[in-house]
């Protein structure tokens, strides 16, 4: 229709969250967000919904995994829209004189990292009760379709699937091809032009992730640790990933090496605040947990590098010179 303008395929290759195929949609992230808000409503009242007299519980565990689809269907729709930029096929002269490489408003990138952060990372995201767990079961047959079904745990794997999960969603903010998009756009930008950078994503990350560190309780047992079983996962994970970010051997690329300091610096704050952490009184769960965090912490910055090793120069620097260690 003229007047209209589309992407063509190709367009759908690059980092341009506009140009995604079966997306006709004005605003994706109102989309999504209406779909994550969907999800949650409609998983709230699955028991009853979902299951009538006489089905099998069965029902609950397929409807539970319909709606986990679309939420993070939605999270992977927002994490688009991070880091990218708008493309068209403008031409000189063409009416508007528009510039065929387009910034993302800010303010639209950071509630998309929001809203990733908010329905990935914190444990009321995925709306488990034991009521719901108790009844995610899995109905068995050997007909056509239902071998699967046999080989199941009727358990359903709370830590595997949302573990995978939340380590997909770490890799749609923290991957090196989309943090070096943003700090491609900060040099790209005059200084005066607000941006969402490198520094604010990170720290956005490691902000909800450790933010139990801020807040322990005196109180806790091994039936209700400090930090729960989800969340002590996800730390891990997102430990791991910091780590192998800070020893990248690509680090030697401009937007390499200001990622590897980035992460160092999340490091060490993580440390610090750890060992600031009055863990006397915790949960056997929370110490052992803390306790093997600041062991790879110090380890990965105790490492030894290389500098220069590909060319056969250089000799080794131990970090812990540069960020101290007690």
Known sequence: EPQLAYSTDEDAFDADPSSRRFDWGKNPLDYADSQIRLAKQLRATILDRMVKEGQSWARARSGYEMLLNRQFGSVSTAADWIGGTLHNHARKGDPGDRDPIEEIDPAMQRRALAMVLENSMRDEAWGLDSELLHKMTVEKNWDAGGMDSVFTNPSY?????????????????????????????ELRNDVAIDVLTVAEIVQAVTDEIWSELNNLPSDSSNREPAISSLRRNLQTEHLSRLIELSLEEDGGSPAGRAIQSLVRMQLVEILAEIKDADTGDLDAYTRAHLVDAEMKIDKALNAQFTIGGDSGGGGAIDFSMLFGNN
């Open 157 to 185: 794997p709370i830590h595997q699937r949302i573990g995978g999960m939340q380590a997909s969603a770490l890799s749609m903010l923290l991957n090196p091809s989309k943090l070096g998009g943003v700090y491609d756009g």
